[in-house]
């Protein structure tokens, strides 16, 4: 059996302006990310303990919704959420 692809690695970031955190799929080549999606602030990336296995098909729970509304009902703004980019 040949494996055809690998799956890219998640990387976590967070902006110094909105607070929106995001994770972006990356090649470890890549250069980081520079802007938020959301409104363009400065991010830097987060170091993350990484994850032990990653299974096809997981999942994770949505996130708690928005309390300001500023990253449209992705829970990013501070809440413990994601932004749904």
């Not at 972006?24 to 363009?40: L, N, T, V």
């Not at 997981?58 to 928005?66: F, L, Y």
């Not at 990253?71 to 980019?85: A, P």
């Amino acid at each position: 059996m040949v494996w055809r692809g690998s799956p890219l690695p998640a990387y976590e970031y967070l902006c110094e302006e909105c607070a929106c955190q995001f994770e972006k799929r990356q090649k470890m080549s890549d250069a980081a990310i520079e802007h938020c999606p959301e409104c363009g602030g400065h991010v830097k990336r987060l170091i993350s303990g990484g994850a032990g296995a990653i299974t096809r098909g997981a999942s994770r729970p949505p996130a708690p919704p928005c309390a300001s509304g500023a990253c449209r009902g992705g829970g990013g703004c501070g809440q413990g959420g994601f932004c749904e980019n």
